[in-house]
C-alpha cells in the first residue's frame, strides 16, 4: 500500500557530489520523520540523517558538514545531497519514513515505519 523509491545512486570519486531522492506513495495521511540510512560492507546499518516535518534536522557527526537533508511535503519526497564524498560514504542507501497510513480493510489509520529498497553510492579513491 505505501511505498518508498530511492533514485540517485551511482559511481563517484571522492570529492564529488551526488544527490539522492525517496519519493513516498500510497495512502498516506501524513509523514512525521523521514530519513536516511546507509549499509555499508560487512557494516550494521546506521543512520545519515532524519528530519521532521517542520524542518528540523539531525545528522551522524560523520556527514555533518557535508551533507544536506530536505524534503518537499507536498511531494512525499525527502533528498539528501551528498558533497565532498569519502570512500567511507560507500554503502547502500535506504530511505526510511515514519508515517501514518489508511489501510482500507480494517478501516483504520496505522502509524507505520516503511523502508525503500535502496540505492547504491560507490566512491572511489
Known amino acids: 500500500q505505501v511505498q518508498l523509491v530511492e533514485s540517485g545512486g551511482g559511481l563517484v570519486q571522492a570529492g564529488g557530489s551526488l544527490r539522492l531522492s525517496c519519493a513516498a506513495s500510497?495512502?498516506?495521511?501524513?509523514?512525521?520523520?523521514m530519513g536516511w540510512y546507509r549499509e555499508g560492507p560487512g557494516k550494521q546499518r546506521e543512520l545519515v540523517a532524519t528530519?521532521?516535518?517542520?524542518?528540523?534536522?539531525n545528522y551522524a557527526d560523520s556527514v555533518k558538514g557535508r551533507f544536506t537533508i530536505s524534503r518537499d511535503n507536498a511531494k512525499n519526497t525527502v533528498y539528501l545531497q551528498m558533497n565532498s564524498l569519502k570512500p567511507e560514504d560507500t554503502a547502500v542507501y535506504y530511505c526510511?519514513?515514519?508515517?501514518?497510513?489508511?489501510?482500507?480493510?480494517?478501516?483504520?489509520?496505522?502509524?507505520?515505519?516503511?523502508w525503500g529498497l535502496g540505492t547504491r553510492v560507490t566512491v572511489s579513491s
Open positions: 528530519i521532521l516535518t517542520g524542518g528540523s534536522t
Open positions: 526510511n519514513a515514519d508515517l501514518k497510513v489508511w489501510y482500507s480493510a480494517t478501516w483504520e489509520a496505522r502509524e507505520v515505519s516503511s
Open positions: 500510497g495512502s498516506i495521511l501524513s509523514i512525521s520523520a
